[in-house]
């Protein structure tokens, strides 16, 4: 079974199917932004450290959006997140909030990055402007040691996606024990 796995990673790198990945045991930051890049063209990215400086030094905090699924959401998220259920159910509650009272940036999150492109490539193609991709996502922001809530409590675990997206996740910081399991 293993020369199986070899041999994907050869033919298919890079490629997605149904949300699990060929990256292998260990997928690597430089191979995830490299398929950010290249099927999600156009897409912005904001650094944590950028998303940081825009939320301590913006007059109007960027709308924080995370892109992941409940269970991920519930075991920790950037404070003032809001859940995205669904791109169109976003986007209508962007123009309505929007159409109070001006635009103000939007950043898009999930584990590592690809979910939230995605996203920003939807809001794009609906209009929305300064509209950003967190580079590296949650897991990049909880590596940093940046703040993180589990309902209105600070926390510093992360629901690690699975096993292989979770080597890009410091292991302190994985909200359980995925040595045995695989999501």
Not at 28 to 43: F, K, L, M, T
Not at 61 to 87: C, M, N, Y
Not at 133 to 156: H, Q, Y
Request: glycine letters at 8%.
């Amino acid at each position: 079974m293993h020369w199986v796995h070899r041999s994907l990673r050869v033919l298919l790198p890079g490629a997605f199917l149904l949300g699990f990945s060929f990256w292998g045991p260990d997928p690597e930051w430089d191979s995830i932004r490299a398929y950010i890049n290249e099927n999600h063209p156009g897409v912005e990215s904001v650094t944590p450290m950028e998303l940081t400086e825009m939320l301590v030094e913006a007059q109007e905090s960027p709308v924080i959006l995370d892109v992941r699924e409940a269970t991920e959401f519930e075991v920790s998220h950037l404070a003032g997140a809001i859940r995205v259920k669904s791109p169109s159910e976003i986007a209508a509650r962007l123009r309505a909030e929007f159409s109070k009272g001006g635009a103000r940036p939007i950043v898009a999150y999930c584990s590592v990055g690809v979910r939230s492109a995605r996203l920003v490539e939807q809001l794009n193609a609906d209009g929305f402007e300064d509209v950003f991709n967190l580079d590296g996502s949650i897991f990049s922001w909880a590596n940093a040691g940046l703040p993180l809530v589990r309902g209105d409590e600070p926390t510093e675990l992360v629901h690690p996606y699975n096993r292989s997206w979770g080597a890009l996740l410091r292991p302190e910081l994985w909200s359980w024990d995925a040595s045995n399991a695989d999501r």
